[in-house]
């Protein structure tokens, strides 16, 4: 729900109204004093203000705030008007530059890095992205060249590694971009025509595991499946892309307004937050492990499977193609709940796992815990391989969950 609130001018007098999403009566509860929009914009003229927020671009006072956005606005209906600056603090270096008209985003954009060089240049019309959008890594090297158009799906043009090696030219090649933090992935695809094309994948860099994998005939996408989370049958979809470049302007997600909260508040969850990542990372936590040498397990696994009748016709047959069998291994060691896209592979797994014994559970601190195990069974050049994963089960047992103080 959208509340239109007043916020004192300057010493011109009057009003200036900003439409805000209202803030629920749980969330007003969770700080002694709610935040009001008053303590995050300063008008500075009659039409022009100082907006402050974080770096999700939720409205917070200035001494916490990440981003000062500078612009004039519609005293009516609280609209931006003509160019719009957000500026990173402390140090005041120009992230985005938008252009604003009839209350949508309209003309050029500009986005830049904390160093000042610029990292996005586009076009909008009619609050969307349209045209010619180029993109730069921080130390200036081009990184790709993509084109919208009304008609059709998202083109790309040209692309660049980080090394400044040029990936796909005239339309033409492989897209490719990695993402850091906790779960480092790796996602990319073929490009024809400057259209996605085949299966494009996002694996993780840990395991390699994939973890989302969509295909695309001419651009379009066909289906989607992602495996992160899911045991057993990956989770199918067909209506919008996750994987691919995206043209998009990181600001708008003030539209509405939104009040993030006080500094007081902010303080006290990113101390919680930092006792939380301290308690777990003193976490000491070991994998299920088979109940012999993992090579040796695997090898008997493919020698039993001989024994089972009608399996070839859910084995993989062409080289590249993969079989995926998941299971979970509870505190005690044991098997359970075999997936897979055959059931009568699945069936065959649980018959082979469990007659070669119970395995050694994960363990969180030295105190067993659920885990989960995956098989993945490929073709190379005729001969049936397979590949073992493990993992503990997430989320964890409450009661070896960290303790921390609040």
């Given at each position: 729900?959208?509340?239109?609130?007043?916020?004192?001018?300057?010493?011109?007098?009057?009003?200036?109204?900003?439409?805000?999403?209202?803030?629920?009566?749980?969330?007003?509860?969770?700080?002694?004093?709610?935040?009001?929009?008053?303590?995050?914009?300063?008008?500075?003229?009659?039409?022009?203000?100082?907006?402050?927020?974080?770096?999700?671009?939720?409205?917070?006072?200035?001494?916490?705030?990440?981003?000062?956005?500078?612009?004039?606005?519609?005293?009516?209906?609280?609209?931006?008007?003509?160019?719009?600056?957000?500026?990173?603090?402390?140090?005041?270096?120009?992230?985005?530059?938008?252009?604003?008209?009839?209350?949508?985003?309209m003309g050029?954009?500009?986005?830049?890095?904390?160093?000042?060089?610029?990292a996005v240049?586009?076009?909008?019309?009619?609050?969307?992205?349209?045209?010619?959008?180029?993109?730069?890594?921080?130390?200036?090297?081009?990184?790709?060249?993509?084109?919208?158009?009304?008609?059709?799906?998202?083109?790309?043009?040209?692309?660049?590694?980080?090394?400044?090696?040029?990936?796909?030219?005239?339309?033409?090649?492989?897209?490719?971009?990695?993402?850091?933090?906790?779960?480092?992935?790796?996602t990319g695809?073929?490009?024809?025509?400057?259209?996605?094309?085949?299966?494009?994948?996002?694996?993780?860099?840990?395991?390699?595991?994939?973890?989302?994998?969509?295909?695309?005939?001419?651009?379009?996408?066909?289906?989607?499946?992602?495996?992160?989370?899911?045991?057993?049958?990956?989770?199918?979809?067909?209506?919008?892309?996750?994987?691919?470049?995206?043209?998009?302007?990181?600001?708008?997600?003030?539209?509405?307004?939104?009040?993030?909260?006080?500094?007081?508040?902010?303080?006290?969850?990113?101390?919680?937050?930092?006792?939380?990542?301290?308690?777990?990372?003193?976490?000491?936590?070991?994998?299920?492990?088979?109940?012999?040498?993992?090579?040796?397990?695997?090898?008997?696994?493919?020698?039993?499977?001989?024994?089972?009748?009608?399996?070839?016709?859910?084995?993989?047959?062409?080289?590249?193609?993969?079989?995926?069998?998941?299971?979970?291994?509870?505190?005690?060691?044991?098997?359970?709940?075999?997936?897979?896209?055959?059931?009568?592979?699945?069936?065959?797994?649980?018959?082979?796992?469990?007659?070669?014994?119970?395995?050694?559970?994960?363990?969180?601190?030295?105190?067993?815990?659920?885990?989960?195990?995956?098989?993945?069974?490929?073709?190379?050049?005729?001969?049936?391989?397979?590949?073992?994963?493990?993992?503990?089960?997430?989320?964890?047992?409450?009661?070896?969950?960290?303790?921390?103080?609040?």
């Amino acid at each position: 729900m959208l509340t239109l609130i007043s916020v004192p001018r300057a010493a011109a007098g009057g009003l200036l109204s900003i439409a805000v999403a209202s803030v629920s009566v749980a969330e007003a509860q969770t700080s002694e004093k709610p935040l009001t929009v008053a303590e995050c914009v300063k008008l500075i003229r009659p039409d022009s203000v100082h907006m402050f927020f974080d770096a999700q671009y939720a409205l917070t006072p200035p001494t916490c705030a990440a981003i000062r956005r500078e612009s004039r606005m519609d005293a009516t209906s609280g609209t931006f008007l003509g160019e719009v600056r957000d500026y990173a603090l402390p140090d005041n270096s120009l992230l985005t530059k938008v252009q604003y008209a009839a209350g949508q985003r309209m003309g050029p954009y500009e986005q830049h890095y904390r160093n000042q060089q610029l990292a996005v240049s586009g076009q909008f019309a009619q609050g969307q992205p349209v045209g010619t959008w180029k993109y730069w890594y921080a130390n200036g090297r081009p990184w790709q060249t993509l084109e919208l158009t009304a008609e059709g799906p998202l083109r790309i043009v040209a692309y660049w590694d980080s090394t400044g090696q040029q990936r796909v030219s005239a339309g033409a090649g492989t897209w490719q971009e990695s993402t850091g933090g906790t779960l480092p992935t790796r996602t990319g695809g073929r490009v024809a025509a400057g259209l996605m094309e085949g299966t494009w994948e996002r694996r993780s860099l840990l395991d390699k595991q994939v973890l989302t994998a969509e295909d695309y005939r001419g651009g379009r996408l066909q289906e989607g499946r992602q495996y992160i989370g899911v045991v057993g049958k990956p989770k199918k979809y067909q209506t919008q892309s996750l994987l691919g470049p995206r043209v998009a302007d990181v600001s708008a997600s003030i539209e509405p307004f939104h009040l993030g909260k006080s500094c007081e508040e902010r303080a006290q969850l990113a101390a919680a937050a930092a006792a939380s990542r301290a308690a777990y990372a003193a976490m000491i936590m070991v994998q299920p492990t088979p109940p012999r040498d993992p090579s040796t397990y695997q090898r008997e696994i493919l020698m039993r499977l001989s024994r089972f009748n009608n399996l070839t016709q859910w084995m993989p047959r062409t080289d590249g193609q993969s079989t995926v069998v998941t299971a979970e291994v509870d505190a005690q060691g044991q098997l359970h709940n075999f997936t897979s896209e055959s059931g009568g592979l699945s069936n065959a797994f649980a018959s082979i796992m469990r007659e070669l014994g119970a395995w050694h559970p994960a363990t969180v601190n030295g105190r067993p815990v659920p885990g989960q195990v995956r098989i993945i069974l490929k073709m190379y050049s005729s001969q049936l391989q397979s590949s073992l994963q493990a993992n503990v089960a997430f989320p964890l047992p409450p009661d070896v969950m960290p303790k921390t103080t609040k």
